[in-house]
């Protein structure tokens, strides 16, 4: 076979779900040894495409070909026999398992023993597993349980575990969605060292950026039609983001200068301590007037999101005062919080955002069901829910398949977060904090929420916002302070800085 004969090809591929077509006559041949992206909204029909390639899926029409044979698909175990190999965008892995137990779950080696059971070679598995390790630069201690590494270590472990079952075709769905910038860069490392032995690698992403980085072709989806396939070489991130979106979308954030007003929030000597009763915030000062975005810029887990908690009432600081309008708040409630004026759009969406079991219309109506128009002498009212669940969805394009009578547990992450934005802007309140409110949203949906963020700064709302993205804090921040290690390091106005600068103070280069 020639080097340019496709390793996998899919011809004509259809998918149907109740009242969704996923995928719509997809034709698209990969090469063996190239990096290939896939790029599309949420809900574009990426998964679906990869999962049918997988075997866990099986297409309603079209033909799959891979190393020139048509091959038939009805399980992952078929797809593994083809050395198709896929890490999920939800890792698979046995919590409770070591490493080692996780990567050979299912195929272990077996050594021949004295007795009537043979036994499971651990000894051989783990050998095959430092091979590995080292030869693609995956580290990882294979006698740790998963619940005691992080995400990007069990990403590894995903990775070890395909090429553990010699995957030569590597399916990566999202997979720096769940990453640090760091480890974003690690990982495109790796990606390109499996290319360079030989590996084929298929790339689902929402992000240009990366895929200009890596890969060497791109197909577009949307809306489960194929779009075009693309030499990433001879675009441009424009462009693969207009044929993505379906319209022109733009990249730099219309800001008009500033009008400051008064303070709305006030922070004084903030200081938080974990559960181990370490502090996480030291004794942190800051403070936000109406009309400014005020970013806390900084690498997860420095202590950003302690400081939102507190603020929102979630946690109680061990020391340090918060003023919102001029009154203290340190020891209020979470409810009298909101009442006085504060917004919040926490990081975990799943579990302080939103009740999964609710509707989409009664999620956005759920903190104002005790203020009229929605109900009045004990009544609640239903039209008024409706109309304004569809005002919300029309200017924020929530996407669900039932509008406002949707189940929120079955809307797309991304839809669930867009959700949540709308229903907190809406709140009116004087304070917007937001936490990563655009993480994980393709670049249509990030272009709307930061407008909006824009919009009611220019309203006069008083918005902190705390982004691990460091583009999006120099794209819509009036001033930036860097947290590093619990501490709140220079804050400045945004103008005066740059972003390589922000990027020193990030990593403890500077201060
Ligand atoms: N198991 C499923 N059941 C019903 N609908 C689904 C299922 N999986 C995906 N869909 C729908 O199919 C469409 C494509 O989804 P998906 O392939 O996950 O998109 P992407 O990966 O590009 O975000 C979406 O409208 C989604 O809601
Ligand atoms: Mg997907």
């Given at each position: ?353 939103l009740?999964?079991?609710f509707t989409l219309q009664d999620n956005l109506a759920i903190k104002r ?5 929605f ?10 829910f409706k109309?304004f669940a569809d005002s919300l969805i029309?200017?924020y394009?929530i ?5 406002g009578?949707?189940?929120t ?9 867009k959700a949540i934005?709308a229903r907190e802007?809406s709140l ?84």
């Amino acid at each position: 076979m020639n080097d340019d004969a496709y390793i996998v090809e899919m011809r004509h591929i259809t998918k149907r779900f109740p009242g969704v077509l996923a995928n719509d006559d997809i034709s698209v041949g990969i090469k063996r040894g190239e990096i290939f992206a896939f790029l599309g909204e949420n809900g574009a029909g990426k998964s679906t495409l990869m999962s049918i390639l997988f075997g866990m899926y099986e297409s309603d029409e079209g033909e799959i070909f891979v190393r020139g044979q048509k091959v038939s698909l009805s399980s992952s175990n078929e797809a593994a026999a083809l050395n198709i190999g896929m890490v999920h965008q939800h890792f698979k892995l046995v919590s409770n398992y070591t490493i080692t137990e996780n990567i050979i779950l299912g195929i272990e080696p077996v050594k021949k023993s004295f007795g009537l059971f043979p036994a499971v070679d651990i000894k051989t598995a783990s050998r095959k597993i430092k091979e590995l390790s080292r030869s693609y630069g995956l580290e990882v201690d294979p006698a740790m349980r998963i619940d005691q590494v992080n995400v990007s270590t069990q990403q590894r472990v995903e990775i070890l575990k395909m090429l553990y079952r010699d995957a030569e075709i590597l399916i990566f769905d999202e997979p720096t969605a769940v990453l640090t910038p760091q480890e974003i860069e690690f990982l495109l490392g790796i990606m390109r060292g499996l290319r360079d032995k030989g590996k084929t690698i298929i790339l689902i992403t929402h992000k240009l950026e990366e895929i200009k980085q890596i890969a060497d072709r791109c197909a577009i989806l949307r809306r489960g039609k194929l779009v075009k396939v693309l030499n990433v070489a001879d675009t441009s991130t424009q462009e693969m983001a207009n044929l993505m979106v379906g319209r022109d979308v733009s990249f730099t954030r219309n800001k008009k200068p500033p009008r400051f007003r008064d303070r709305v929030l006030e922070v004084e000597g903030l200081t938080v301590r974990n559960e181990g009763h370490f502090e996480v915030v030291k004794d942190v000062s800051f403070s936000v007037r109406g009309g400014e975005i005020f970013a806390i810029a900084g690498v997860s887990g420095n202590g950003q999101i302690e400081i939102a908690d507190a603020i929102a009432g979630l946690v109680k600081p061990s020391r340090g005062t918060i003023r919102l309008k001029g009154k203290d708040i340190t020891s209020r409630s979470i409810r009298e919080r909101i009442e006085r004026g504060l917004s919040y759009i926490p990081e975990d969406r799943q579990k302080y955002g939103l009740i999964l079991d609710f509707t989409l219309q009664d999620n956005l109506a759920i903190k104002r069901y005790y203020f009229p128009p929605f109900s009045g002498g004990g009544v609640l009212n239903d039209e008024r829910f409706k109309d304004f669940a569809d005002s919300l969805i029309l200017r924020y394009d929530i996407r669900s398949g039932q509008a406002g009578k949707t189940s929120t547990r079955s809307m797309s992450g991304g839809n669930q977060q867009k959700a949540i934005v709308a229903r907190e802007i809406s709140l009116d309140s004087d304070l917007l904090i937001f936490v990563q409110p655009t993480r994980g949203l393709d670049i249509g949906a990030i272009e709307n929420i930061q407008t909006q963020i824009l919009e009611e700064r220019d309203k006069g709302k008083a918005v902190l916002l705390i982004s691990l993205e460091l583009d999006e804090v120099m794209s819509l921040a009036d001033t930036i302070g860097v947290i590093y290690n619990g501490r709140l390091l220079n804050i400045a106005p945004a103008d005066t800085l740059s972003t390589k600068e922000v990027g020193a103070y990030m990593m403890g280069v500077k201060g």
